[in-house]
């Protein structure tokens, strides 16, 4: 069985993404940033949308919940502990669930929120990771802190390297003029930063990135601690 990934822009930088299984029509959409645009391409397909997953509680993630789910009657799943509109089920660390045949694993990755959860399916080699992660780069420390960013970066890069990594938005340009100015010497860096300017000069996208890239490039992951994370967070949050 294949599933079948689309990703699209959504609002000033957001991506949407569509997760589809053809045998059985099951469709999820992976956070809600912007329902009209996430009905749009549902209806270019001829697919019903029947789950939205929810990684956090911020607007642009959870914002078409109500919307989508009187368009659809889907079911919606999200993080305990948070407020996420129209949720049926709520999932915490720990919790698998299937979809479509396939086992999906819920993974509790605090720091951009307190909440925030990841959904990783093995057999497709595919994680969902919201603001957690990004091509180089890793979300703001809103409400955890450097050690909780550390433990749920270790989680990320602890997944095998082939594992494409569905961010949540289109950061990586603007993330490597930072990762360049703390790490100028890191080779694999370097070839990340020229295949995202090549990847966005041909208006490409530079989403999914992988596990094995970010272990290697990712400043916040080849600090190398939690500490100098924290560091480099403080430093990018005035970059």
């Not at 607007?59 to 049926?88: F, T």
């Not at 399916?121 to 994680?127: D, G, K, V």
Request: proline share 5%; aromatic share 8%; charged share 20%.
């Amino acid at each position: 069985m294949t599933l079948e990934v689309v990703l699209f822009p959504c609002l000033s930088d957001n991506y949407g993404f569509l997760l589809h299984d053809s045998e059985t029509g099951a469709t999820a959409a992976i956070d809600t940033p912007d329902a009209k645009v996430i009905a749009k391409q549902c209806e270019a397909r001829g697919w019903a949308l029947t789950e939205i997953w929810n990684t956090h509680w911020h607007p642009d993630h959870a914002g078409g919940n109500v919307a989508l789910k009187r368009r659809y009657h889907c079911l919606v799943r999200g993080p305990e502990q948070a407020a996420i509109p129209a949720r049926d089920i709520t999932h915490s660390g720990g919790d698998s669930f299937e979809f479509a045949g396939h086992s999906v694993n819920v993974i509790h990755t605090p720091g951009h929120t307190d909440e925030h959860i990841i959904y990783h399916i093995p057999s497709a080699e595919i994680a969902f990771v919201g603001d957690t992660i990004f091509a180089l780069g890793c979300g703001r420390l809103f409400e955890g802190t450097p050690e909780q960013m550390w433990s749920s970066l270790s989680r990320i890069a602890d997944m095998p390297e082939a594992t494409k990594l569905y961010c949540a938005h289109e950061y990586t340009l603007s993330n490597a003029k930072f990762a360049v100015s703390v790490d100028d010497k890191n080779p694999d860096l370097l070839a990340a930063i020229e295949d995202a300017k090549a990847k966005r000069a041909a208006g490409i996208p530079t989403v999914p990135t992988t596990v094995g890239v970010e272990k290697r490039a990712n400043p916040f992951i080849t600090a190398g601690s939690a500490a100098e994370l924290g560091r480099r967070r403080a430093l990018k949050d005035n970059f």
